[in-house]
Protein backbone atom coordinates (compact mmCIF):
# COMPACT_ATOMS: atom_id res chain seq x y z
CA UNK A 1 0.00 0.00 0.00
CA UNK A 2 1.45 3.60 -0.76
CA UNK A 3 2.08 6.10 1.43
CA UNK A 4 -0.85 8.19 2.12
CA UNK A 5 1.72 11.14 1.56
CA UNK A 6 2.77 10.15 -1.67
CA UNK A 7 -0.68 9.87 -3.39
CA UNK A 8 -2.29 12.31 -5.85
CA UNK A 9 -6.00 12.03 -7.35
CA UNK A 10 -5.69 12.12 -10.82
CA UNK A 11 -8.88 14.19 -12.48
CA UNK A 12 -9.36 17.89 -12.51
CA UNK A 13 -9.50 19.69 -8.93
CA UNK A 14 -12.08 21.95 -9.48
CA UNK A 15 -14.83 21.20 -7.00
CA UNK A 16 -18.39 20.62 -9.31
CA UNK A 17 -20.35 22.19 -6.48
CA UNK A 18 -18.71 25.62 -6.67
CA UNK A 19 -16.50 25.21 -9.36
CA UNK A 20 -13.32 26.72 -7.78
CA UNK A 21 -10.08 25.18 -7.21
CA UNK A 22 -8.54 27.34 -4.62
CA UNK A 23 -9.64 25.31 -1.28
CA UNK A 24 -9.75 21.74 -3.08
CA UNK A 25 -7.26 19.18 -2.27
CA UNK A 26 -6.64 15.11 -2.37
CA UNK A 27 -8.45 13.64 0.56
CA UNK A 28 -4.84 12.07 1.57
CA UNK A 29 -3.73 15.57 2.12
CA UNK A 30 -6.75 16.41 3.60
CA UNK A 31 -7.02 14.69 5.88
CA UNK A 32 -3.14 14.16 6.98
CA UNK A 33 -3.59 18.08 7.35
CA UNK A 34 -6.70 18.16 9.71
CA UNK A 35 -4.80 15.67 12.36
CA UNK A 36 -2.85 17.79 14.94
CA UNK A 37 0.31 17.18 16.40
CA UNK A 38 0.98 17.59 20.15
CA UNK A 39 5.35 17.84 21.27
CA UNK A 40 5.99 17.74 25.02
CA UNK A 41 9.31 18.65 26.19
CA UNK A 42 10.31 17.31 29.81
CA UNK A 43 13.64 18.06 31.36
CA UNK A 44 16.52 18.93 30.52
CA UNK A 45 20.51 17.50 29.21
CA UNK A 46 20.46 13.49 29.08
CA UNK A 47 17.13 13.15 31.48
CA UNK A 48 14.71 15.27 28.79
CA UNK A 49 12.16 13.14 27.28
CA UNK A 50 10.07 14.18 23.86
CA UNK A 51 6.72 12.90 23.65
CA UNK A 52 4.88 13.76 20.50
CA UNK A 53 1.03 12.55 20.47
CA UNK A 54 -1.82 12.76 17.52
CA UNK A 55 -5.08 13.90 18.09
CA UNK A 56 -7.99 14.02 15.09
CA UNK A 57 -10.18 16.43 14.14
CA UNK A 58 -13.91 16.31 13.46
CA UNK A 59 -12.56 16.47 10.09
CA UNK A 60 -9.64 14.09 9.84
CA UNK A 61 -12.02 11.56 11.74
CA UNK A 62 -14.93 11.84 8.82
CA UNK A 63 -12.27 11.03 6.52
CA UNK A 64 -10.45 8.12 7.74
CA UNK A 65 -9.94 5.37 5.09
CA UNK A 66 -11.23 2.85 8.23
CA UNK A 67 -12.77 2.66 11.34
CA UNK A 68 -11.16 3.36 14.34
CA UNK A 69 -9.48 0.28 16.76
CA UNK A 70 -12.13 -0.39 19.00
CA UNK A 71 -11.63 0.56 22.69
CA UNK A 72 -11.48 -2.94 25.11
CA UNK A 73 -10.54 -1.23 28.20
CA UNK A 74 -14.28 -1.32 30.17
CA UNK A 75 -14.37 -5.38 28.69
CA UNK A 76 -10.88 -5.68 29.09
CA UNK A 77 -10.92 -4.73 33.36
CA UNK A 78 -14.54 -6.14 33.67
CA UNK A 79 -12.58 -9.89 32.75
CA UNK A 80 -10.28 -8.81 35.25
CA UNK A 81 -11.96 -7.94 37.90
CA UNK A 82 -13.65 -11.13 37.51
CA UNK A 83 -10.41 -13.06 37.60
CA UNK A 84 -9.45 -11.39 40.57
CA UNK A 85 -12.88 -12.18 42.23
CA UNK A 86 -12.52 -15.99 41.87
CA UNK A 87 -8.63 -16.18 42.42
CA UNK A 88 -9.31 -13.42 46.05
CA UNK A 89 -12.33 -15.95 47.03
CA UNK A 90 -10.23 -19.36 46.35
CA UNK A 91 -7.57 -17.63 48.57
CA UNK A 92 -9.55 -17.03 51.25
CA UNK A 93 -11.51 -19.82 51.42
CA UNK A 94 -8.61 -21.76 51.45
CA UNK A 95 -7.08 -19.78 54.49
CA UNK A 96 -10.17 -19.83 56.88
CA UNK A 97 -10.70 -23.58 56.22
CA UNK A 98 -13.31 -23.69 53.84
CA UNK A 99 -12.40 -25.88 51.32
CA UNK A 100 -10.11 -28.21 52.79
CA UNK A 101 -9.36 -28.42 56.59
CA UNK A 102 -12.70 -28.73 57.69
CA UNK A 103 -11.38 -29.78 61.63
CA UNK A 104 -9.89 -26.34 61.22
CA UNK A 105 -13.74 -25.03 61.21
CA UNK A 106 -14.41 -26.49 64.37
CA UNK A 107 -14.34 -23.92 67.55
CA UNK A 108 -15.38 -24.46 71.08
CA UNK A 109 -18.48 -22.50 72.74
CA UNK A 110 -18.71 -22.02 75.95
CA UNK A 111 -21.80 -22.86 78.16
CA UNK A 112 -22.98 -20.94 81.11
CA UNK A 113 -22.02 -23.47 83.64
CA UNK A 114 -18.64 -23.80 82.86
CA UNK A 115 -18.52 -26.30 80.14
CA UNK A 116 -18.43 -25.89 76.33
CA UNK A 117 -19.71 -27.08 73.49
CA UNK A 118 -18.30 -27.97 70.14
CA UNK A 119 -19.72 -26.47 66.96
CA UNK A 120 -18.65 -26.64 63.34
CA UNK A 121 -18.96 -24.26 60.93
CA UNK A 122 -20.92 -24.78 57.60
CA UNK A 123 -19.21 -25.23 54.74
CA UNK A 124 -19.55 -22.25 52.17
CA UNK A 125 -20.37 -24.35 49.19
CA UNK A 126 -21.77 -21.45 47.53
CA UNK A 127 -18.22 -19.82 47.36
CA UNK A 128 -16.56 -22.46 44.88
CA UNK A 129 -19.23 -21.53 42.88
CA UNK A 130 -18.67 -17.88 43.18
CA UNK A 131 -15.18 -18.36 42.95
CA UNK A 132 -14.85 -21.04 40.51
CA UNK A 133 -17.83 -19.24 38.11
CA UNK A 134 -16.02 -15.64 38.33
CA UNK A 135 -12.31 -17.41 37.00
CA UNK A 136 -14.19 -18.59 34.25
CA UNK A 137 -16.17 -16.51 33.22
CA UNK A 138 -13.51 -13.73 33.54
CA UNK A 139 -10.88 -15.75 31.65
CA UNK A 140 -14.01 -16.86 29.03
CA UNK A 141 -14.20 -12.60 28.32
CA UNK A 142 -10.95 -12.04 27.52
CA UNK A 143 -10.54 -15.20 25.19
CA UNK A 144 -14.06 -14.03 23.24
CA UNK A 145 -12.46 -10.11 23.18
CA UNK A 146 -9.37 -11.46 21.60
CA UNK A 147 -10.88 -13.69 19.00
CA UNK A 148 -13.29 -10.43 18.34
CA UNK A 149 -10.15 -8.27 17.64
CA UNK A 150 -8.26 -10.82 15.64
CA UNK A 151 -10.84 -11.54 13.17
CA UNK A 152 -11.25 -7.83 13.19
CA UNK A 153 -8.18 -6.72 12.43
CA UNK A 154 -7.69 -9.72 9.49
CA UNK A 155 -10.85 -8.26 8.04
CA UNK A 156 -9.61 -4.58 8.33
CA UNK A 157 -6.27 -5.72 6.75
CA UNK A 158 -7.82 -8.08 4.29
CA UNK A 159 -10.07 -5.04 2.29
CA UNK A 160 -7.74 -1.94 3.28
CA UNK A 161 -5.73 -2.19 0.10
CA UNK A 162 -9.14 -1.67 -2.15
CA UNK A 163 -10.19 0.78 0.18
CA UNK A 164 -7.63 3.20 -0.04
CA UNK A 165 -7.34 2.90 -3.49
CA UNK A 166 -11.26 4.60 -3.92
CA UNK A 167 -10.22 7.17 -0.90
CA UNK A 168 -7.03 8.18 -2.56
CA UNK A 169 -8.60 9.39 -5.90
CA UNK A 170 -11.32 11.47 -4.29
CA UNK A 171 -10.86 15.48 -4.04
CA UNK A 172 -12.12 17.24 -0.77
CA UNK A 173 -13.23 20.70 -1.22
CA UNK A 174 -13.06 22.77 2.09
CA UNK A 175 -15.41 25.34 1.24
CA UNK A 176 -18.19 23.21 0.46
CA UNK A 177 -16.74 20.64 3.01
CA UNK A 178 -17.82 17.90 0.51
CA UNK A 179 -15.75 15.29 -1.32
CA UNK A 180 -15.99 14.68 -5.18
CA UNK A 181 -14.07 11.96 -7.77
CA UNK A 182 -12.90 13.33 -11.40
CA UNK A 183 -16.16 14.31 -13.43
CA UNK A 184 -18.49 13.09 -10.52
CA UNK A 185 -21.25 14.99 -8.60
CA UNK A 186 -20.04 15.98 -4.84
CA UNK A 187 -20.76 13.53 -2.07
CA UNK A 188 -21.28 14.32 1.58
CA UNK A 189 -18.49 12.85 4.20
CA UNK A 190 -21.37 10.58 4.96
CA UNK A 191 -22.13 9.14 1.66
CA UNK A 192 -18.11 9.54 0.80
CA UNK A 193 -16.89 7.13 3.92
CA UNK A 194 -20.25 4.85 3.26
CA UNK A 195 -18.37 4.31 -0.40
CA UNK A 196 -14.70 4.25 1.06
CA UNK A 197 -15.77 1.39 3.65
CA UNK A 198 -18.02 -0.60 1.84
CA UNK A 199 -15.18 -0.87 -0.93
CA UNK A 200 -12.56 -2.54 2.14
CA UNK A 201 -15.38 -4.64 2.99
CA UNK A 202 -16.58 -2.69 6.49
CA UNK A 203 -19.33 -0.98 5.39
CA UNK A 204 -21.27 -1.99 8.57
CA UNK A 205 -18.96 -0.58 10.22
CA UNK A 206 -20.22 3.05 9.02
CA UNK A 207 -23.59 2.75 11.42
CA UNK A 208 -21.61 2.56 14.67
CA UNK A 209 -19.24 5.22 13.73
CA UNK A 210 -21.43 8.01 12.45
CA UNK A 211 -19.46 11.45 10.93
CA UNK A 212 -19.00 13.74 13.67
Known amino acids: MAAIDE?????????PRCGTADRVEGVPAAY???????????GTGEDQKVTISEENSALA????????????????????ALILVGVGTFIWGAVAGKWFDRDGARRLVPEGDG????????????LGW?????????????????????????RMSAGRDAADRVWSA??????????HFAADRP????????QVWTAGGYGDEVARHPVP
Do not use: M, N, Q
Open 130 to 154: VSGGAFVLGVLVLFVTARLAARRRR
Open 7 to 15: VRPAGPAAC
Open 115 to 126: AGRVVVEPAYEV
Open 61 to 80: LALAPAPPEPSDDSTGCTAI
Open 32 to 42: LAAKARYREEV
Open 187 to 194: VSLHAFRT
Open 170 to 179: AWYCARCGSV
